[in-house]
Nanobody, 120 residues
Framework: QVQLVESGGGLVQAGGSLRLSCVSSKVIFSFNAMTWYRQAPGKQRELVAS????????FADSVKGRFTISRDTDKKDSVYLDMTSLKPEDTGVYFC?????????????WGQGTQVTVSV
């Protein structure tokens, strides 16, 4: 069983910054990718950022240049999402996901989410 626990959400003014953390109960390098999704009220969950086992990163167009994704290569159990220049449209519940494992390429594990609210 994989457990993911997000933290770091909160209320911030537009233009501000937040760092989200995701701690995994399994070594993150055992997954093909670690990803951050978000879901705004009334909208579908969308991919925000991902980092592959090899370290390749990808971002949604809406956050490029403002968000970065990184991971803890010492403890190998955490992934981070650094969010800067936040906008009200970044508001939503942010979920961490661990995707794909050896023998289970379609596996996806979710955290419980952390709320980010950006005020004008």
């Amino acid at each position: 069983q994989v457990q993911l626990v997000e933290s770091g959400g909160g209320l911030v003014q537009a233009g501000g910054s937040l760092r989200l953390s995701c701690v995994s109960s399994k070594v993150i390098f055992s997954f093909n990718a670690m990803t951050w999704y978000r879901q705004a009220p009334g909208k579908q969950r969308e991919l925000v950022a991902s980092i592959s086992r090899d370290g390749d990163t990808a971002f949604a167009d809406s956050v490029k240049g403002r968000f970065t994704i990184s991971r803890d290569t010492d403890k190998k159990d955490s992934v981070y999402l650094d969010m800067t220049s936040l906008k009200p449209e970044d508001t939503g519940v942010y979920f961490c996901a661990a995707e794909g494992r050896l023998g289970y390429p379609e596996a996806k594990y979710w955290g419980q989410g952390t709320q980010v609210t950006v005020s004008v």
